[in-house]
């Protein structure tokens, strides 16, 4: 089949990452369906802090990108992509380039992409990573977001796949389509606990809280050093963040703070993740809401796949990956002293953060494992296209 992913973003940011869980799932994703013989196509944008060869690493895909000039997530990036994309789609189409089109995002108004590649006679299926229908606080988002608005966006797509039970229940209310439900994939020999030999970044004898992300509000990182500095001193733990470049060049109270505190290791994108999760005793995930990035991050699935036990909030699609005190713990809200607790109950408890850990790294080889994820997908391609 000749498969057209689109998403925004898709490309190696400054350190050598990609960064995003929708990137990171269309890059194994569609890496591994051109192992099995599929012909890939990738349309994205440009990525904020994009490095200097930024397409460079995508060698399985032909990749059509655009440096778009306006805000990320505005009106005009909006517009300007979702115009780039589908005249890209009907040139490609018209060439006999495109069996099928699958649009990868949190947010549903990009369905409009799959709905008009519908329309000029390639078929569509939209892959939402993103509840729909829920509050975050931001009435803009809210409405966009909305069930109603929704059923406008995704008029016309010909599959529905959302990445988590929570997502998929959230965009059926917008459609009366099947919405499948495929686990975002991952290389579970990548992610592998034997990855702690590589890690070179500091060194100590102290258990290591790990975590990977940003200083956006939503995902709770302030939490996190709240609780990590309010446990005693003679725990001896160590917190490793590792951050995106624009973190980096913060300067708020909250970067200061952590470059004050000498137990606390901050490092700009980290090259060699797996070794990094690997690293780590515990994983932290502090997340106030997954109403915009994702409905779980993907790093989350990556340390249990490294068997590093996580300590998550319940909120959005995390307690469907994680069950509570069988391969990870959960609090009940972003809360730093439940964070706290719950760090420390791992902290001090060696033979129970191994036999989380493992549990962790078997629910990812069963549930999450690449080749489980692309079959499914291929699935789905292979129907949608033999409709």
């Not at 060194?203 to 990590?228: C, H, M, R, W």
């Not at 699935?301 to 307690?319: D, F, N, Q, Y």
Request: with cysteine.
């Amino acid at each position: 089949m000749k498969i057209g992913f689109v998403a925004t973003e898709i490309g190696h940011q400054e350190g050598g990452a990609f960064m995003g869980g929708n990137v990171n799932n269309v890059v194994t994703v569609s890496k591994a369906l051109a192992e099995r013989g599929h012909e890939i196509t990738i349309i994205t944008t440009k990525p904020r802090d994009a490095a200097e060869d930024y397409l460079g690493p995508l060698t399985w895909a032909d990749v059509y990108s655009i440096d778009c000039p306006h805000e990320h997530g505005s009106p005009r990036y909006l517009t300007t992509f979702s115009r780039y994309a589908v005249q890209r789609i009907r040139q490609l189409a018209n060439d006999g380039e495109l069996d099928v089109v699958s649009v990868h995002t949190g947010f549903t108004i990009w369905g409009i992409i799959g709905s008009l590649s519908s329309v000029l006679g390639c078929p569509s299926v939209h892959v939402q990573y993103c509840p729909i229908g829920q509050s975050s606080g931001s009435t803009v988002y809210d409405l966009i977001q909305s069930v109603h608005l929704s059923k406008l966006w995704l008029r016309g797509n010909d599959r529905f796949v959302g990445v988590t039970d929570n997502v998929a229940r959230s965009l059926s209310s917008a459609t009366r389509d099947r919405v499948d439900v495929i686990h975002n994939g991952l290389d579970v020999d990548e992610y592998a606990p034997e990855a702690d030999s590589r890690f070179d970044l500091f060194e100590t004898d102290s258990p290591v809280i790990g975590y990977l992300g940003s200083l956006n509000d939503q995902k709770g990182l302030d939490i996190l050093v709240d609780a990590f500095q309010s446990l005693p001193e003679e725990r001896d733990a160590t917190l490793a963040l590792g951050l995106e470049v624009r973190s980096e060049r913060s300067e708020s109270e909250l970067w200061k703070r952590i470059e004050r505190d000498p137990d606390i290791h901050a490092f700009g994108i980290v090259q060699d993740v797996p070794a990094f999760l690997a690293r780590s005793d515990v994983f932290a995930v502090p997340f106030r809401t997954t109403v915009g990035p994702a409905d779980y991050p993907v790093a989350a699935l990556e340390a249990m796949s490294c068997a590093t036990p996580p300590v998550a909030t319940r909120i959005g699609g995390l307690p469907d990956m994680i069950a509570h005190q069988e391969d990870g713990l959960l609090i009940d809200r972003p809360d730093s002293e439940l964070l706290a607790e719950s760090l420390a109950t791992l902290l001090d408890d060696a033979e129970l953060r191994r036999e989380l850990g493992q549990s962790a790294r078997e629910r990812i080889e069963r549930d999450f494992s690449t080749t489980s994820v692309v079959d499914q997908y291929e699935a789905v391609f292979t129907e949608v296209v033999g409709q």
